[in-house]
């Protein structure tokens, strides 16, 4: 028997790609009368740049950090509903019960939040075109696939497209 999904931990990067995957999110949010949960992990502040914003600093820098990518991911979850809302004629604010945006390493993040608030499903957008940004991005999406015991969704942006247009 397949475990009913009634909580989708949609974990984005706040690429504009990332909107694609959403629209997925949103899709089986509505058709298994779910919530959506939305995760964008601020990774620490590196090594290398600590040395020039100086440890006093890094607590202040890494706060700015999480604010300011909270205040995206609101802003742009109003601009992508009232797109979805006018194309699909879905509601959008209303499925979406949380938005995390905790400080650490992605993976563990995301393994973490979905464990924690009793996900049922991780969806992860990717765009990965070429060797290098398979590297990048694979790396993320892989530690998911490796380590998660939940289900795990990930959306590639559609064939032939380097961006959402």
Same mark, same amino acid.
């Given at each position: 028997?397949?475990?009913?999904?009634?909580?989708?931990?949609?974990?984005?990067?706040?690429? #504009?790609?990332? +909107?694609?995957?959403?629209?997925? *999110?949103?899709?089986?949010?509505?058709?298994?009368?779910?919530?959506?949960?939305?995760?964008?992990?601020?990774?620490?502040?590196?090594?290398?740049?600590?040395?020039?914003?100086?440890?006093?600093?890094? *607590? &202040? +820098?890494?706060?700015?950090?999480? $604010?300011?990518?909270? #205040?995206?991911? /609101?802003?742009? =979850?109003?601009?992508? !509903?009232?797109?979805? #809302?006018? #194309?699909?004629?879905?509601? !959008?604010?209303?499925?979406?019960? /949380?938005?995390?945006?905790?400080?650490?390493?992605?993976?563990?993040?995301? =393994?973490?939040? *979905?464990? /924690? &608030?009793? !996900? %049922?499903?991780?969806?992860?957008?990717?765009? @990965?075109?070429?060797?290098?940004?398979?590297?990048?991005?694979?790396?993320? @999406?892989? *530690?998911?696939?490796?380590? @998660?015991?939940?289900?795990?969704?990930? +959306?590639? =942006?559609? $064939?032939?497209? @380097? /961006? =959402? %247009?």
């Amino acid at each position: 028997m397949v475990p009913k999904i009634r909580k989708i931990l949609f974990a984005t990067d706040l690429s #504009e790609n990332s +909107v694609y995957a959403f629209y997925f *999110a949103i899709e089986l949010a509505k058709n298994h009368n779910a919530t959506i949960i939305i995760l964008h992990v601020v990774e620490p502040v590196s090594p290398h740049a600590r040395i020039f914003i100086g440890t006093e600093r890094i *607590a &202040e +820098v890494q706060k700015e950090n999480v $604010s300011e990518a909270a #205040e995206e991911i /609101k802003k742009r =979850l109003q601009n992508f !509903c009232r797109r979805v #809302e006018g #194309e699909m004629g879905a509601p !959008c604010v209303e499925l979406v019960s /949380k938005t995390l945006v905790p400080l650490g390493h992605p993976p563990e993040e995301i =393994l973490k939040t *979905a464990d /924690k &608030e009793d !996900c %049922d499903l991780i969806l992860l957008g990717t765009h @990965s075109r070429g060797f290098l940004a398979h590297t990048f991005l694979g790396n993320v @999406s892989n *530690a998911v696939l490796q380590r @998660s015991r939940k289900p795990v969704l990930i +959306v590639p =942006l559609p $064939s032939g497209k @380097s /961006k =959402l %247009d």
